[in-house]
């Protein structure tokens, strides 16, 4: 089971997600692959109110999907 999260301010951070992409292409399902387009990293994203329950929301639906 693989849960990607990738933060990706515009333009700065390309080479990361390209990084990022290439490491989710090559692993097994199940997976699932959130980008967020933010400056912020790690926890640091959660702190974040604009983008807290977009993520949480996205790995507990992803828990409960896989769970099954």
């Known amino acids: 089971i693989a849960y990607h ?6 333009g700065s951070d390309r080479p990361f997600i390209n990084s990022v992409r290439t490491m989710h ?4 399902e ?7 387009p933010t400056g ?5 994203m959660f702190r974040s109110a604009q983008h807290r ?3 949480y929301n996205a790995i ?9």
Do not use: D, E, M, S
């Not at 999260?5 to 515009?10: E, G, L, P, S, Y």
């Not at 199940?30 to 967020?36: R, S």
């Not at 912020?40 to 640091?44: D, N, P």
């Open 40 to 44: 912020l990293h790690g926890t640091y």
């Open 25 to 28: 292409a090559r692993t097994p």
């Open 60 to 68: 507990f639906g992803f828990l409960r999907t896989v769970a099954r």
């Open 5 to 10: 999260t990738a933060c990706v301010k515009r």
């Open 30 to 36: 199940p997976k699932q692959l959130l980008v967020i």
């Open 53 to 55: 329950a977009t993520i």
